[in-house]
């Protein structure tokens, strides 16, 4: 019976281990296994809460009982026994909600889990060796399984380093060969991306490399460079992000931009920067990088960047926006679901564009591409053709129709506060009377977080109909922010994907418009476009 019953608890047991190492390599891959990001991963209440369930405590208490060689009269194996039952159960219940954690399986994730099994299974091994209170070390094990994680990360940094090094130095090389090469830096708390797609539109056509999705770091872009920039390669527009001061100095280092925009300077990543002051000076260092012969390019509508343009005498400085002070400057006509009508007048002739884009923040984006167009010669005839042409970047206020009729805004590539609340006032240009937001919390914001949720908060409570929260963490804020403009909005808290699509599946007719903000589960985003 006594061999039987550690049967199951040693299955179960890896069940659990195999779940749990999934979940922490998941967590610092998505935090690019950086200790900085993961402290800000930390000191999320839903962390906390994570590290606090009923489970989770359970399974303290028996480890406490370990150490102090409490069995429960004999009775520990089965407490441990239920322990990796409900883990079970919950694991179960996570899979059909969709809620599971998982990385990609790229070589370093695929390392780290495998030697972390291999650790830990070498230690169960010991203990069967050692004949030891086999129920206790299953949990110490268990508990163990955070830290040996964590000191695989930081054993494998040396090499990583190394290595990440070792591809920067010769993306810099090749670059420094490629002289020909129009290099455009683009960086900024939030617009990158969009200008990116704008600029790439423009520009295509031409033997150009534009870096791909979110390829905004150091050794992402080398390994850009390393693959596909060549001597044929005319323009390369990459973006630039940054969660420090000096990484967008040594990205300036290693593209060499002739051309840099700087689309906002926000509350992005405060968190980790610490202080506006130092978003502002990382911003800037893509515009110090810049050669005498070089072009700043500026978004006069950004209060900081208009007084950063004004400090900029090293090189040549352009300005774009709805502020009369802009060299480029838009009026709005109109603003509907299927596009905006601006008129554009300054660096080209007057004249009004149609562009297909959704969200009147996007005109920034527009602005910034057709400016940089200009600069490296491009006709404005050319440049307003081009114009029509251009798609949404991929969930970036990315617009489809369900099978039903209902209209979605897919916008969770990312988010920050000035976005979010630009793409939740948007949805005041659709006819559709029925407006529902599904959003998530935005993080690292520092001390801005209760602000920003309570910002948007207010600006639900004025816009939406019916609003999905799937997180916990800044719920108090975000509710507090709706009423404040509305005592009788309600805000539902829903961490369960397929709780939302089963409520949402009836009312997807033609009188709904539904937004999807920040980092949505991938289960409602591929669930809506199939219904």
């Keep these: 019976m006594n061999n039987l019953l550690y049967f199951f608890i040693c299955i179960l047991w890896l069940v659990a281990i195999c779940r749990l190492v999934l979940l922490q390599t998941a967590v610092w891959q998505l935090k690019e296994y950086r200790w900085d990001r993961m402290r800000e991963y930390l000191r999320l209440g839903s962390t906390a809460q994570m590290f606090m369930s009923p489970i989770e405590l359970a399974k303290w208490l028996l480890l406490f009982l370990f150490f102090v060689g409490n069995t429960l009269f004999g009775l520990y194996p089965w407490f441990v026994l239920i322990i990796y039952v409900l883990d079970l159960l919950l694991l179960i219940k996570e899979l059909r909600q969709h809620t599971v954690l998982r990385p990609t399986m790229t070589v370093k994730a695929l390392c780290l889990i495998v030697l972390t099994i291999l650790v830990v299974l070498i230690l169960l091994g010991l203990i069967f060796v050692n004949n030891l209170f086999l129920a206790g070390l299953f949990i110490l094990l268990d508990r163990l399984i955070v830290v040996i994680v964590a000191v695989f990360v930081f054993l494998f940094f040396p090499l990583t380093y190394f290595l990440k090094m070792r591809k920067i130095s010769m993306a810099k090389n090749k670059r420094e060969n490629l002289r020909l090469v129009i290099a455009i830096g683009i960086t900024g708390s939030y617009g990158k991306s969009g200008t990116k797609n704008v600029l790439e539109t423009i520009l295509n056509g031409e033997d150009l490399l534009v870096t791909p999705g979110n390829t905004n770091t150091e050794i992402g872009v080398a390994q850009l460079m390393l693959k596909r920039l060549t001597g044929q390669t005319k323009y390369f527009v990459a973006e630039m992000g940054a969660y420090r001061i000096g990484e967008i100095k040594s990205l300036a280092k290693l593209v060499k931009p002739k051309i840099g925009i700087l ?228 805000i539902e808290i829903q961490t369960q994907p397929s709780e939302i699509v089963k409520k949402l599946y009836p009312i997807l007719g033609k009188n709904t418009v539904v937004l999807l903000e920040g980092r949505v589960p991938k289960f409602i985003r591929e669930s809506l476009r199939i219904i």
């Excluded at 990543?269 to 000076?281: A, D, M, P, V």
């Excluded at 950063?308 to 603003?335: M, P």
């Design 263 to 490: 689309t906002a300077v926000g509350n992005q990543h405060l968190g980790l920067f610490g202080s506006r002051e130092n978003i502002r000076k990382a911003k800037y260092e893509l515009i110090e990088a810049l050669p005498q012969d070089g072009t700043a390019i500026f978004n006069a509508d950004d209060s900081v960047c208009l007084e950063l343009a004004k400090k900029t005498t090293h090189c040549e400085v352009l300005t774009y926006g709805l502020s009369d002070e802009a060299d480029l400057q838009a009026k709005i006509i109109s603003s509907n679901e299927n596009g905006i009508e601006i008129k554009i007048f300054g660096l080209v002739p007057e004249t009004n564009l149609v562009i297909p884009v959704v969200g009147q923040h996007q005109i920034g984006n527009v602005l910034a591409g057709i400016v940089a167009g200009i600069v490296v010669g491009k006709k404005w005839p050319d440049i307003q053709t081009k114009l029509q042409n251009i798609k949404m970047v991929k969930q970036t206020m990315e617009k489809y129709t369900t099978t039903k009729g209902a209209v979605i805004i897919d916008d969770s590539y990312n988010a920050n506060v000035e976005g979010v609340i630009a793409a939740i006032e948007n949805l005041k240009s659709f006819s559709q009377s029925n407006k529902i937001v599904i959003l998530t919390p935005m993080i690292e914001l520092g001390g801005d977080s209760k602000k920003a949720h309570e910002l948007v908060g207010a600006t639900l409570a004025r816009t939406a109909t019916h609003v999905y929260y799937t997180g916990i963490d800044f719920q108090k804020d975000l509710i507090a922010g709706s009423l404040s403009n509305n005592s009788d909005f309600k």
